[in-house]
């Protein structure tokens, strides 16, 4: 199997700092939503705003992001809330067409990708991702049409399992 280093397929982009007192609980003209760790580990953590800086630091709901830092975050890829992502997260940008997203994002939140990147590690405090570290990571590739099915495929298992969570959650309730 033929594999090419994820710095062939992808770019990164590192999100942005903003104090605390720079962000609004409440949405208005020039402001976009800031996405932050909590917003994915917690979904009842309300969102917050910030003034906007430019696309360069936007991602949408499909855009691929990792977690830089945490002890049980680092290395995850996260997508699906649009905004301006924060500073300890990177946005990976597919730049290669040949590459489906649905099947980058499957692959990176492997095991075997988290083993990799957690295993790079050389502080023995916080866990924290480098753009280094990212490059470093080997893709299979597949024709596009097998990526597609794959993801399809890992889809639709998760939209099962997310159901399946909600009717359990509501059998509890």
Do not use: C
């Not at 003034?51 to 499909?62: A, I, L, P, T």
């Not at 699906?80 to 590459?99: E, L, T, Y």
């Amino acid at each position: 199997m033929k594999y090419v280093s994820l710095s062939e397929i992808a770019s990164f982009q590192q999100g942005k700092q903003i104090p605390v007192d720079e962000q609004y609980d409440r949405p208005a003209e020039g402001r976009g939503r800031f996405v932050r760790i909590v917003d994915y580990t917690n979904k009842n953590e309300p969102p917050r705003y910030i003034n906007d800086m430019g696309e360069k630091y936007h991602v949408s709901e499909e855009d691929l992001v990792m977690i830089r830092y945490g002890s049980q975050t680092a290395g995850s890829v996260v997508r699906g809330i649009a905004g301006i992502i924060a500073n300890n997260m990177f946005q990976i940008k597919v730049d290669n067409n040949s590459f489906d997203k649905g099947f980058l994002y499957y692959y990176l939140s492997s095991n075997d990708v988290k083993k990799q990147l957690m295993g790079g590690q050389s502080s023995s405090t916080m866990p924290a991702i480098t753009f280094g570290m990212l490059k470093n990571v080997m893709v299979p590739v597949f024709d596009e049409l097998s990526q597609k099915k794959i993801s399809t495929f890992l889809d639709d298992i998760s939209k099962k399992i997310t159901l399946n969570d909600k009717v359990n959650d509501n059998l509890a309730a």
